[in-house]
């Protein structure tokens, strides 16, 4: 008799963890279907992202990025800085790093230098971020690299501004690489 039941349980068990299975199936195929529709431009329901993965929120903060919508992107972003998974916050915040060098190159372009610098120094930030969660985040270190040139354009532009006096010389500090000609 208690192997009969013993039977029952290993079945009852059995029962309950495939259906559990199929319970995160369902899950994440839902989650799939979601980011499908936001990567098409489909409009997808709030309630479905407000209890959706970490992964179909970034989705949807990519698709406010596309549309030029940079603070509801930025929050989006804000809300799943923490997510579970370090590869997935390396990717959030890489994305948040691009918005807001994105952002600061738009203001440098309307030579609102002062309002830039700040956006800079958040991006870099981000990248550096990104680059401490995944050290081989190639795409990561390559905008960082992007970040780190475009702050000494802006200092030399506003340092121009200011005194105009021995601008050759400070060239010098703000050119990356390696200078030139005899030693």
Do not use: C
Request: without cysteine; hydrophobic residues 50%; charged residues 20%.
């Amino acid at each position: 008799m208690s192997k009969v039941w013993g039977l029952w349980g290993v079945l009852l068990l059995g029962t309950a963890a495939m259906l559990v299975q199929i319970w995160t199936l369902v899950g994440i195929s839902q989650s799939n279907r979601a980011i499908t529709d936001l990567a098409a431009g489909k409009d997808v329901p709030l309630e479905k992202i407000v209890n959706a993965a970490p992964e179909v929120r970034l989705a949807r903060a990519m698709v406010f990025k596309k549309q030029q919508r940079y603070d509801e992107a930025l929050a989006t972003l804000n809300l799943i800085l923490d997510a579970p998974n370090p590869a997935l916050q390396a990717k959030i915040r890489y994305n948040l790093g691009n918005i807001y060098l994105h952002l600061a190159v738009v203001k440098t372009e309307a030579m609102a230098i002062n309002e830039a610098m700040p956006l800079v120094a958040l991006a870099k930030q981000a990248y550096r971020q990104a680059l401490a969660l995944d050290s081989q985040f190639w795409d990561a270190k390559y905008n960082l690299e992007v970040a780190m040139r475009l702050l000494p354009e802006m200092d030399k532009v506003s340092n121009a501004e200011e005194s105009p006096v021995n601008q050759k010389s400070q060239l010098w500090t703000t050119v990356p690489g390696f200078p030139r000609g005899l030693p």
